[in-house]
């Protein structure tokens, strides 16, 4: 039975053009070598290999090779840039503040959470998403050390106003981390654009493998301080020896993301006109979040729980963006911090779009969309 894949803000299906780029560095004929073998031809193929990948994924995002650093993905990219910049400079500069905001990814929230002898500021979002500029001025100071906001919401698709976040910060001397994972192929932008120091990427949320992203640090900024020891690799701030195969995916994935991106924006634009036009119609449903990237949509449901709303779509796949603890089920952080209810969490969903959604996909979704809400709302 045919099902239709609307979870793409979680993971992404890797490109089949992706996979034929790493499966070049896997077998005995193919790079395969330890990169970081500097006695023979095999690890100096790799190496080369590595290098490349690490020249493109900087080109993708304006960025020199220099300031790519390669993690495991953009949860250690936010810890790094967070754990490692405290460490790294807050003695030197005497900061010991960090704001960031209830929205933000569980990665930077709880990164914070867990510092010690740090000041951390958590700023509430306006309803809409938005940071408020007004109550990011006021905690901005001199004890300043960093900013981590990011760049598009994972659970909403808002954008934040970055360039404005990071003039202001800039200016009291502070740094500027961003998550970039959910902005890549669905926006133009350049970490000179943006203004940041620090950003997070990540592969598996642009059709490249998970398991591999990477840490942009601008160059004669900021210092970051390695957080697993073992080698010394990545200039010393990341050790850990370089899965060829998965970085040469990640660049890949971004070359063709960034190759490709005009057409994806416009076409991923008109999907969710489609997906808009048949919730208005529907009636009761209020979007969430100011607009933002295209293949992000987050929507409530008036009296209809967000889990039935899913069983009643068997076929399709969409996230609530709830979390399960034990066994309660919780309502989205992201959404009670722009001022949900409880309830009204419970009964929202993320329906987000990729390179691999077709219009028979769409069709799917929506013809799913009109009967199980009307089929829920009538047993009310």
């Not at 006021?138 to 698709?157: C, F």
């Not at 004669?220 to 957080?227: F, L, M, P, Y």
């Not at 050790?239 to 993301?257: C, D, F, K, N």
């Not at 779509?313 to 979390?323: D, E, F, K, L, Q």
């Amino acid at each position: 039975m045919k099902t239709a894949y609307f979870d793409n803000a979680s993971t992404t299906p890797v490109d089949k053009r992706v996979v034929d780029k790493m499966q070049s560095c896997l077998s005995a004929d193919g790079t395969f070598g330890n990169p970081a073998s500097t006695t023979h031809s095999f690890g100096w193929m790799a190496s080369e290999e590595v290098e490349w990948a690490r020249e493109t994924v900087a080109d993708c995002i304006g960025a020199g090779p220099g300031e790519i650093v390669w993690t495991s993905g953009a949860t250690e990219s936010d810890n790094l840039a967070i754990r490692g910049s405290v460490q790294a400079m807050r003695v030197s500069t005497g900061r010991t503040k960090i704001i960031t905001m209830e929205s933000e990814h569980k990665a930077v929230i709880d990164t914070c959470s867990h510092l010690d002898d740090v000041n951390v500021v958590i700023l509430k979002p306006k309803p809409s998403g938005l940071v408020c500029m007004d109550a990011l001025a006021k905690v901005l100071d001199k004890d300043t050390l960093l900013v981590s906001i990011m760049l598009v919401n994972n659970e909403t698709g808002v954008v934040q106003p970055i360039q404005t976040i990071a003039r202001l910060a800039h200016d009291v001397g502070a740094f500027v981390h961003s998550d970039l994972a959910q902005a890549v192929g669905k926006l133009q932008w350049t970490v000179d654009q943006l203004g940041i120091d620090l950003g997070s990427l990540s592969a598996h949320k642009v059709h490249g493998p998970k398991g591999i992203g990477a840490l942009y640090v601008r160059r004669g900024r900021c210092q970051v301080a390695e957080q697993q020891h073992g080698g010394k690799h990545e200039r010393g701030m990341r050790s850990g020896t370089l899965p060829a195969h998965q970085i040469v995916g990640m660049a890949e994935a971004y070359r063709l993301s960034k190759k490709e991106v005009y057409p994806e924006i416009q076409r991923l634009d008109r999907i969710r006109d489609q997906i808009e036009e048949t919730l208005e119609d529907l009636g009761g449903i209020q979007i969430n979040g100011k607009r933002g990237v295209p293949h992000i949509l987050n929507f409530t449901v008036d009296g209809v729980d967000g889990e039935r709303l899913m069983a009643a779509m068997p076929r399709i796949a969409v996230s609530t963006g709830s979390a399960c603890n034990a066994a309660t089920v919780e309502p989205s952080h992201v959404l009670q911090a722009m001022g949900l209810s409880r309830q009204q969490g419970l009964s929202s969903i993320r329906v987000s779009t990729g390179r691999m959604t077709t219009e028979d996909d769409v069709t799917m979704l929506l013809d799913s969309l009109r009967h199980a809400i009307s089929q829920l709302r009538r047993s009310a």
